[in-house]
T-cell receptor, first 114, second 113 residues
Framework: DTAVSQTPKYLVTQMGNDKSIKCEQNLGHDTMYWYKQDSKKFLKIMFSYNNKELIINETVPNRFSPKSPDKAHLNLHINSLELGDSAVYFC?????????????FGAGSRLTVL | QQQVKQSPQSLIVQKGGISIINCAYENTAFDYFPWYQQFPGKGPALLIAIRPDVSEKKEGRFTISFNKSAKQFSLHIMDSQPGDSATYFCAASNTGTASKLTFGTGTRLQVTL
């Protein structure tokens, strides 16, 4: 059983399109995250949700909209895709509070915008 | 602003050698310092972590050394093996519900036979 699963693993699309990436965790964690890893492998947090509430919202274009229907799911919708959005997007989860720093990552979703 | 600086960018070590990766941080509020290991096509996975109340933590072949006054910490991999070839990220955060991990830029380690 995969602890943090993301779909799709690969996504190739044209500029201007809208796409979504889904994430589910079966660890019972109450906090979920989206991280972006660029071509130089730099990992940067985008969003964090704790019990379905947005608690971290970094400086991310508002074309990116996360949604957490319940604490086991966190989806990422991206509107009007741009070339610079090409990256690997990682979902992660953790316990909140003092355990908030121990993250379990998914395998990533590689987005290529043409 | 890069709050966690990591070096070297890449490292080649012979099998059986010692791999050393260094990180420096700026934010004195950081109180948790993990290292993550990432294999190609996979997500990062927690390898080992330390809090600033100790200067060293060892788990098997992996050791973190921590220097609070210098705001530096390092990962030592003893008896490096080809299976250790991966990208290693240091990170730092302060604890709390809204805490976030700030990652270093990564070190690509290659262990040769």
């Amino acid at each position: 059983d995969t602890a943090v699963s993301q779909t799709p693993k690969y996504l190739v699309t044209q500029m201007g399109n809208d796409k979504s990436i889904k994430c589910e965790q079966n660890l019972g964690h109450d906090t979920m995250y989206w991280y972006k890893q660029d071509s130089k492998k730099f990992l940067k947090i985008m969003f964090s949700y704790n019990n379905k509430e947005l608690i971290i919202n970094e400086t991310v274009p508002n074309r990116f909209s996360p949604k957490s229907p319940d604490k086991a799911h966190l989806n990422l919708h991206i509107n009007s895709l741009e070339l610079g959005d090409s990256a690997v997007y990682f979902c992660a989860s953790s316990w909140g509070g003092s355990g908030a720093n121990v993250l379990t990552f998914g395998a990533g979703s590689r987005l290529t915008v043409l | 602003q890069q709050q966690v600086k990591q070096s070297p960018q890449s490292l080649i070590v012979q099998k059986g050698g010692i791999s050393i990766i260094n990180c420096a941080y700026e934010n004195t509020a950081f109180d948790y310092f993990p290292w993550y290991q990432q294999f190609p096509g996979k997500g990062p996975a927690l390898l080992i972590a330390i809090r600033p109340d100790v200067s060293e933590k060892k788990e098997g072949r992996f050791t973190i050394s921590f220097n609070k006054s210098a705001k530096q910490f390092s990962l030592h991999i003893m008896d490096s093996q080809p299976g250790d070839s991966a990208t290693y990220f240091c990170a730092a955060s302060n604890t709390g519900t809204a805490s976030k991990l700030t990652f270093g830029t990564g070190t690509r380690l290659q262990v040769t036979l």
